[in-house]
């Protein structure tokens, strides 16, 4: 009984950590974004270096202690997902080389993208006279971070599941309605980028970061078929991969 104790503390310990981490990344990102004023220039936007690096260690440190690569293609498809995000952050807070290219072809100069110019969604969308660039940002925020909450809800949640699972086969909770919820939650998590913050190079990169997910997620059914056979065939006959 009491070793049964021990390892439900452990469990519940886990989470917390996991909880925690979520919670302490969102707090600093969107305080981090939020806790300067609207009107914040340029100059006082950009070269934030402290907050490129802490941005891309706390989220790097998550994804890859919810997910785990295993063996040489996991773990290209980690550095993929590194490259991605790195190059995000250091724009967002370092240095803007799209707008740095996109600016001169657009006919203004790069100075004049601050904390809410830099959104480029709610910019472009502000030019075509749709909406002003408050109503634009605000758009871009509320779809972008529910998407986000759902990606790392998606994350944990299935993190948790698989971890209860201790090498089993799941098919209960988010599994019992898709296979890969996990990647289900990373695409997600790119997706919500793309539309928080886009840059040149996370939208080329995104395609092929999207399409590593879901050839591991292939790769991963067949490894799991190879290991538990029928029981899996029959899952994966009445549980769909993605989308529920």
């Known amino acids: 009984m009491g070793q049964e104790v021990r390892t439900k503390l452990r469990q519940v310990l886990r989470i917390g950590i996991v909880v925690l981490t979520i919670g302490l990344f969102l707090a600093f990102f969107f305080l981090n974004i939020y806790s300067l004023p609207p009107k914040t220039a340029f100059e006082k936007w950009y070269g934030n270096w402290p907050a490129v690096v802490m941005a891309a260690v706390v989220f790097l440190f998550f994804l890859f202690f ?19 995000f790195i190059s995000l952050f250091t724009e967002m807070f370092g240095i803007p080389l799209t707008i740095y290219l996109l600016a001169p072809l657009l006919g203004v100069e790069p100075r004049m993208f601050g904390m809410h110019e830099s959104h480029l969604w709610a910019y472009f969308l ?5 909406v002003n660039i408050e109503a634009g940002v605000y ?11 759902l990606g790392f809800s998606l994350l944990s949640l299935g993190w948790k599941e698989v971890y209860r699972g201790r090498g089993e086969l799941v098919v209960t909770g988010l599994y019992s309605r898709m296979r890969h919820p996990q990647y289900l939650g990373l695409i997600l998590a790119v997706i919500a980028f793309l539309i928080q913050w886009p840059t040149l190079l996370t939208v080329l990169l995104a395609p092929f970061l999207i399409g590593r997910y879901i050839l591991l997620a292939r790769e991963e059914d067949r490894e799991l078929e190879e290991k538990f056979g029928g029981d899996f065939r029959r899952y994966k006959e009445s549980v769909p991969g993605f989308i529920p």
């Not at 293609?73 to 991605?84: S, V």
């Not at 758009?139 to 909450?149: D, G, N, P, Q, R």
């Open 139 to 149: 758009l871009v925020m509320v779809v972008s971070t529910a998407l986000l909450v």
């Open 126 to 130: 502000s030019r075509t006279g749709l």
């Open 66 to 84: 919810l997910t785990r690569p295993r063996g040489p293609k996991e773990w290209r498809g980690a550095g993929l997902t590194t490259a991605f």
